[in-house]
């Protein structure tokens, strides 16, 4: 069964803590929270502060997706602000390896994500030193958009290169998934689903979350 990570960017901001215990009775193994900076993607969400709010909510792992520029001058703040899991994006790493090495030793667990436009071949050379990918299967900086379908190839191909590496990562989908997309995504190899729309959008959020998790 796949791992459930709600991204929070549709919570309701003004009642946060009462969707933070929503997810808390929830199926949900992860909290996904979606940082954005305004100049690798083109949206601002929030920042340390808002994550440090969610923690004091819930004992669930706390997903952080660092979608901005010089992810090194933050990482810290995230960890102090009760990040479990830290995500940077490839394509604003220019040593990349340095990046994930700063991140576990502040002890938090590492992920690199990859924009749809960006090559799994690319992640060769760090599969072995990381806990997580998030392959985007949307461009980045908003919730609620269409997933795009050749990501189904590049969870094959992901998957192969895990396996013949013999890294431990887990293969992230984030963007577009959807109670009907996602069994598929899963039997293309996928370890945990990212869902926004699909959560908070829905009439009954706990029963979209019991249904990706089954699917
Ligand atoms: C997109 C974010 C996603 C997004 C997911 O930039 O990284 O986590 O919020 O939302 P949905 O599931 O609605 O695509
Ligand atoms: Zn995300």
Same mark, same amino acid.
Not at 66 to 73: A, C, S
């Given at each position: 069964m796949p791992i459930v990570a709600p991204s929070l960017l549709f919570a309701d901001f003004l009642h946060l803590e009462k969707d933070c215990q929503l997810l808390n009775e929830s199926e949900a193994e992860w909290f996904h929270?979606?940082?954005?900076?305004? /100049?690798?993607?083109? *949206? !601002?969400?929030?920042?340390?502060?808002?994550?440090?709010? !969610? /923690? %004091?909510?819930?004992? %669930? !792992?706390?997903?952080?997706?660092?979608? !901005?520029?010089?992810?090194?001058?933050?990482?810290?703040?995230?960890? *102090?602000?009760?990040?479990?899991?830290?995500?940077?994006?490839i394509e604003t790493c220019t040593h990349l390896h340095r990046n994930i090495q700063q991140i576990k030793s502040l002890g938090m667990k590492a992920g690199v994500a990859i924009n749809p436009h960006t090559s799994v071949s690319e992640l060769s050379e760090i599969i072995r030193d990381i806990e997580q990918v998030i392959l985007m299967s949307v461009n980045p900086g908003f919730g609620g958009q269409k997933f795009i379908p050749h990501t189904m190839g590049k969870i094959r191909q992901l998957r192969k290169l895990i396996h013949e590496t013999g890294s431990k990562a887990l293969i992230e989908i984030d963007g577009g998934v959807t109670v009907d997309n996602a069994s598929e995504i899963v039997n293309a190899g996928a370890d945990v689903l990212v869902a926004g729309n699909a959560v908070f959008k829905s009439a009954d959020p706990k029963k979209a979350i019991s249904q990706l998790k089954h699917s």
């Open positions: 929270l979606d940082v954005m900076d305004g /100049r690798f993607v083109p *949206n !601002i969400s929030f920042g340390p502060m808002i994550v440090e709010c !969610i /923690r %004091k909510t819930t004992k %669930k !792992i706390c997903d952080v997706h660092l979608m !901005i520029v010089e992810p090194e001058k933050y990482a810290e703040a995230f960890k *102090n602000a009760g990040a479990d899991h830290l995500t940077v994006h």
